[in-house]
Every structure is written in C-alpha cells, then in structure tokens.
C-alpha cells in the first residue's frame, strides 16, 4: 500500500480486540524511526517515548491502579480492573510525551505539542502498514503526575497519548470519513 491509502485505510482499534503477537523488536524500532520523521520546527526533538511491553505491563496496570486510586479513592473494582485488564492484553503501549521547551525563542509550545502528537501518529500509521491494530487514548492517566513519575517522565512533560498496539482480532473495516470539503475553503484573495 502506499501512504495514501495507508492514511484512507487508517483506523483505530478498539484496545479489546488487541492482542498477541505484538511487534516484534525490529518492527518496534521501526515504528520509532518513522516518530523521528515526524516534522519538527527547530529541530526540538520534544518528544519522549515510553515503551511498556512484556512482563512490564502488569507493573504498568498497577501504576495506574495506583494513580487511580489516589485521585478516586472510592474507584468501583469495575474501573480499576479496566486498566489492568488492558495493560494484560495489549502487548505493547507506548506513551508518548512532548518535553516542552518553554523558552524557545523560534516554537512556541504548541507547536512542539504538535509535533509530538505527530510523531506519536507517525507510530500508529507504521504499526499498521505492518498488519498490526493501534489506537491513540489518554484519559485522566495521561495528566496525572503519579502516572508521569512512574513512567519515568517529568511532572512538567506532557503525555501527548498512550498508544495501544497489537494484532487485532478480526479484519479493521475502513470507515466512512467526513466529505473534507465540509472543512475547507478555497481562498482566491481578500473578499
Ligand atoms: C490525543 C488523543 C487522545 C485520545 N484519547 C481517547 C480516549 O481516551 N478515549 C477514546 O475513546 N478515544 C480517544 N481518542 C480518539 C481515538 O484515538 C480514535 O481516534 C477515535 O476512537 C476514532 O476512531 P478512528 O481513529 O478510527 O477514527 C483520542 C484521540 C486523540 C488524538
């Protein structure tokens, strides 16, 4: 397939219908070579990688029971179980976060926002030129500093998603996306 039908293919799997085999540790790298294309004003590098996969996911599950129940004391077993139970099953999450530099004198933080939200788009579109099933999700964890600290990021680092990445049980339908001209404007000059 070539890029564009990659990108007119692309679509999220659910994390429940993820599961082994995962990428291996080429397939892996790969991915994160094609996060390095991600484009990138002032050549920041802003984004960080957090890959989470083996036996270190049951660790990560209890991270977030952790985070969890220090911001919901009172989290019913139902949700707390959500996490663990996607951390068991999915073989691979990478959190992706954007190190900002705030004093940049040439990008402002959004735009290095971007390109870390790019980078980790870049991660999602080569897993599945790969065959594999990925989706992009954040949720409270993802602004949480004991989630951040435990991943081994700075409290001041900005999760830009968690990326769930495995082989996806079933065939992934392309969707039917909005009509772009919906979005656009041509503009021929000042009005
Ligand atoms: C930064 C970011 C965070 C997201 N977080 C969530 C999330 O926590 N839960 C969720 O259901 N979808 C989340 N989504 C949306 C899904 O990744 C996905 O795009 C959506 O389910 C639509 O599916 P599609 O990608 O196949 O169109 C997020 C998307 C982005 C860009």
Redesign the pocket.
């Known amino acids: 397939m070539n890029v564009t039908e990659i990108l007119k293919t692309r679509?999220?799997a659910p994390w429940r219908i993820l599961g082994e085999p995962g990428p291996s540790d080429a397939e892996l790298r790969e991915f994160l070579e094609a996060a390095m294309t991600a484009p990138d004003h002032g050549a920041v590098r802003p984004w960080r990688f957090v890959v989470v996969r083996g036996a270190a996911r049951e660790a990560a599950g209890k991270l977030f029971t952790e985070a969890l129940l220090k911001r919901k004391p009172d989290a019913d077993e139902a949700t707390i179980e959500k996490d663990r139970e996607r951390m068991r099953q999915v073989p691979l999450m990478i959190t992706v976060a954007a190190r900002i530099t705030h004093d940049h004198p040439k990008v402002p933080p959004a735009e290095q926002l971007v390109a870390s939200g790019l980078a980790a788009q870049a991660i999602l579109l080569a897993a599945q030129a790969k065959g594999y099933g990925g989706?992009?999700?954040?949720?409270d964890h993802a602004y949480d500093a004991h989630v951040k600290q435990g991943l081994g990021l700075r409290e001041t680092d900005e999760i830009?998603?968690f990326l769930y990445i495995g082989t996806a049980a079933g065939e992934q339908r392309p969707?039917k996306r909005p009509d772009p001209a919906k979005f656009t404007i041509e503009w021929t000059g000042p009005a």
């Open positions: 679509v999220s989706v992009m999700l954040t949720g830009v998603a969707k």
